[in-house]
Structures are given as structure tokens and as C-alpha cells.
């Protein structure tokens, strides 16, 4: 290694520098003092613990965005973490083990082993909820709420967000009868909307003309709250679990429409995400200039049985860098007071006073003015008539 290159960092880690530091904190504190507000109690889970808890339940995608490394001591695999959910699930199920809902928020840092997209960083903060120990209808419209809230609290003006159900889809392909590789094949070509490929699939694949007609529907049930509509229809001759799951996402985005008029739902009964883990309603927000969802969530009802504690679970998280990438939100300066280098208590005692009334006061070195300090000075302290005062520059 070069001297040169001792300065360079891994592709897709990089400092935050003041300026951006500034933005992120604010919008982080927001986001946590919002969620305080809704009832949600912070937690701060460990950067990194044994991959048998920090993977277990969540599937092949997480596993692979997992940076793991030995641990010295125990000589055991561990896990830096690159989702949170799962820790609030263990911390919720064995830590808490509370009986009623709980409400649980957290902020900070995850390492993603490979970046999601060209230009995304390996090391996004994320903020986000869980909510557990409620099955019905009414945490998935609580959660799905405050994401929005979430969203305008960050300062998006369109709040655009896709919603979808994994029932549907195991729904089908149990009745299928599809094998884990049949099924792992079909919803790849799911993802990928790959339309052409998916009508080859399934005339390969399935020999009952009702599901395969279904199976080829799914892609294109996709818009706005009238494709539950079609979707009811179209699927009529689906398992009930099918009708339950366009019961509960009809019922949803009622809910969330009347409390968030302004909101686009956009509705897609192929999407997945997250479909290794995830139960039921799933949903991701998208902003525009951004191609990857701002935040994330879903019903993950089964998590939580590896800690041995099954519990209901709801939850998102958002990504707080992506979303200061896109508005690069000025934070607002109350200003600093520029106090010059002296030895007098009397100075240090007002610096202090003034400290703690929340003003931001530099102290000058020896031989230093104002236009030597690097933060931006409206004010200087001054003595005058025997006095410290703060006076205006």
C-alpha cells in the first residue's frame, strides 16, 4: 500500500462530512422524537452478534448481505448487521417478553456486504419501527401511518408508496402444489416482470387451467385501487387465503387514504419483497430521483418463534441517507458566539452561562480572531464596563 492509497476507503464506505453530519443527525432526531411521540420506545442493538441469531428466520437475501466474521474469543461466526428487524424481534421475544403490544423504534448504522445499487452506499443509517403482540388489521394501519408521517416529517412532498401481500402468492403456489425450486423459480420471474418468461413457466409447469391462468394474472394486477377490483375477479377461483389477503389490503388502504388523502397507493399483487419472512401486507416507498425504495416494511408474524416467543410483528424501516441524498435539507443555524483567547474565570464562567442556556460559543486560541475559527460566528463575547456581553458582528 502507497501512502496515497492509506487515505482511501472500500467502495461504497465514506465519511460523512460536517455538513452532511448535520443533516442526517436532524433528520435521525426528528424521526426518533416522532416516534417517541406514537409510543415507541428506543432501542440500540449491537453492531455485530452470532450469525445464528442475527440471520435465522429472515432467508437467503439477508444471509447474503451479511458481512460475517470470526469472533476471537469463541471462535464462533458472527454477523455485523444489515437489517435491524431481526434484533428488535430477539430483544422483543427473549430480552422484553412482554404479554400486550409492544412498540419499539430504533437509529443507526447497518453493513450491507455488497451495495444494493451502482452508486448506494455499504453503510446506510436506518430509522425505523416494530410493532408486536398485535394480529389485527389495526397495527399493519398504524404502521403504515406513521411511515407516512415519517416520510413528511423528512420534508418528501410526495408520499408514494406500493403495497402488496405474499398470501396471495404462497396462496397460489400451494395450491400448486409447486416444489421449493418450482416456487423459488416462479417468483423470480415475478420480480423481474417478466411476463413472456412467466406465461413459458407456467404452460411448462402447471397443468390446472384455473391456477395457471391466475399464476399469469398476478403481474398484471398492478395500479391503482382498482386492480383489487380486478383482482377480485380475476382470482375468484383462488384458496380464500387469496380473497383474505385483497380483504385486508382493501381495508388498508381505506384506512390509510382517509388519514393520508395526499398519499398515491400504487397496488401490485406480484410484488415480494421481503416474501422469505414476511407473512402478509408488505410495502415500500418510493420518492422521485431515487430508484430504490426510501423505506421498507411488512407483516412478519413468524420471526420470532426461533427466540421462542411467536409473536405477531409489524414493522419499516427508512433510509435516512438516501433520503438526505435526495433533499439535502438545510439545517437551520441558531449561530455561534465567537469568544477571544483570555484567562480571565469571569469570561469562563459567562462562556459556561451561556452554554448552558443552549447557545454554541468557540473559544478562540492565542493570537486567533473571528475569521480564524471554521464554524460560522454571528456574535462575539465582550467585556465591556467590567460586564461579558455578547455582542452582534
Given at each position: ?159 408514494n408508496m406500493d403495497l402488496g401481500h405474499v398470501g396471495i402468492f404462497r ?42 391462468a391466475m399464476l399469469r394474472a398476478l403481474p398484471e394486477l398492478a395500479g ?38 395526499q398519499a398515491n397507493l400504487y397496488f401490485d399483487l406480484s410484488e415480494l ?121
Amino acid at each position: 500500500m502507497t501512502y496515497a492509497d492509506r487515505w482511501l476507503l472500500p467502495d461504497g464506505v465514506e465519511d460523512i462530512l460536517p455538513e452532511k453530519a448535520a443533516r442526517i443527525e436532524s433528520l435521525r432526531r426528528r424521526l426518533v422524537d416522532l416516534y417517541r411521540r406514537w409510543g415507541y420506545e428506543l432501542v440500540i442493538p449491537p453492531l455485530i452478534e452470532y450469525t445464528e441469531s442475527l440471520l435465522i428466520g429472515l432467508g437467503r437475501d439477508i444471509d447474503l448481505m451479511t458481512f460475517k466474521v470470526t469472533d476471537q474469543l469463541s471462535g464462533r461466526s458472527m454477523g455485523i448487521r444489515a437489517d435491524i428487524t431481526p434484533q428488535t424481534a430477539r430483544i422483543d421475544a427473549h430480552s422484553l417478553k412482554r404479554t400486550g403490544p409492544s412498540r419499539l423504534c430504533y437509529a443507526g448504522h447497518v453493513l450491507h456486504a455488497k451495495p444494493k445499487s451502482p452508486l448506494a452506499t455499504r453503510l446506510p443509517i436506518q430509522a425505523g419501527v416494530e410493532l408486536y403482540g398485535e394480529a389485527g388489521l389495526s397495527a399493519d394501519i398504524e404502521v403504515i401511518s406513521l411511515l407516512l408521517a415519517s416520510l413528511q416529517e423528512c420534508g418528501l412532498q410526495q408520499l408514494n408508496m406500493d403495497l402488496g401481500h405474499v398470501g396471495i402468492f404462497r396462496a397460489l403456489a400451494s395450491a400448486a402444489n409447486l416444489d421449493a425450486t418450482q416456487e423459488q423459480d416462479l417468483f423470480d420471474l415475478l420480480q423481474g416482470k417478466a411476463v413472456t418468461d412467466i406465461d413459458s413457466w407456467v404452460s411448462d409447469n402447471i397443468g390446472n387451467p384455473e391456477l395457471a391462468a391466475m399464476l399469469r394474472a398476478l403481474p398484471e394486477l398492478a395500479g391503482g385501487r382498482e386492480v383489487l377490483a380486478r383482482a377480485r375477479k380475476q382470482l375468484a377461483a383462488a384458496p380464500e387465503a387469496v380473497a383474505t389477503a385483497i380483504d385486508a389490503l382493501e381495508a388498508v388502504s381505506a384506512a390509510v387514504i382517509e388519514r393520508y388523502p395526499q398519499a398515491n397507493l400504487y397496488f401490485d399483487l406480484s410484488e415480494l419483497r421481503g416474501y422469505n419472512y414476511h407473512t402478509g401486507i408488505v410495502f415500500a416507498a418510493f420518492a422521485p430521483g431515487y430508484g430504490e425504495a426510501v423505506a421498507n416494511g411488512g407483516r412478519y408474524d413468524h420471526v420470532g418463534e426461533v427466540f421462542g416467543n411467536a409473536r405477531p410483528a409489524t414493522g419499516f424501516n427508512v433510509d435516512i441517507t438516501a433520503i438526505d441524498g435526495l433533499l439535502k435539507n438545510r439545517v437551520d443555524s441558531q449561530g455561534a458566539i465567537f469568544a477571544p483567547a483570555s484567562d480571565d474565570n469571569a469570561q469562563w464562567q459567562a462562556i459556561s452561562a451561556l452554554r448552558a442556556k443552549g447557545e454554541v460559543v468557540v473559544c478562540g486560541f492565542e493570537g486567533q480572531g473571528v475569521a480564524d475559527i471554521n464554524v460560522d460566528c454571528d456574535r462575539q463575547l465582550v467585556l465591556a464596563a467590567g460586564e461579558y456581553r455578547v455582542k452582534s458582528l
